[in-house]
């Protein structure tokens, strides 16, 4: 059974910086995309950044410079940086079931997610 659960989301002031883990527990991560997702409210969810099993990196065009994935043993990792006040939003960590492919940023193509983590950003 996969779990995903994240965590260090927070309020923050424009500027700031944040960093947001999800540990995945039975979940074997190979020839598979991890990503974040996020959903503002009113708005449809939206991949931000994702990593192929293999170290390949995929970015919004709206977070190019400013979001850093990387993953480390059984932990995916979300480096924010200089938060806007758009980027409020709750955001998921999810998972593709082995060998599932698609495009990494497409949330069609995962199957497993956490349950989120709010991020807010005043300015």
């Known amino acids: 059974q996969v779990e995903l659960v994240e965590s260090g989301g927070g309020s923050v002031q424009a500027g700031g910086s944040l960093r947001l883990s999800c540990t995945a527990s039975g979940y074997m991560f190979s020839d598979t995309c991890m990503g974040w997702f996020r959903q503002a409210p009113g708005k449809e969810r939206e991949g931000v950044a994702a990593i192929w099993s293999a170290g390949r990196t995929y970015y919004a065009n709206s977070v190019k410079g400013r979001f850093t994935i990387s993953h480390a043993k059984n932990t995916l990792y979300l480096q924010i940086n200089n938060l806007r006040p758009e980027d409020t939003a709750i955001y998921y960590c999810?998972?593709?079931?082995?060998?599932?492919?698609?495009?990494?940023?497409?949330?069609?193509?995962?199957?497993?997610w956490g349950q989120g983590t709010q991020v807010t950003v005043s300015s």
């Open positions: 999810a998972a593709q079931a082995w060998r599932q492919g698609g495009y990494c940023l497409d949330s069609d193509n995962f199957s497993y």
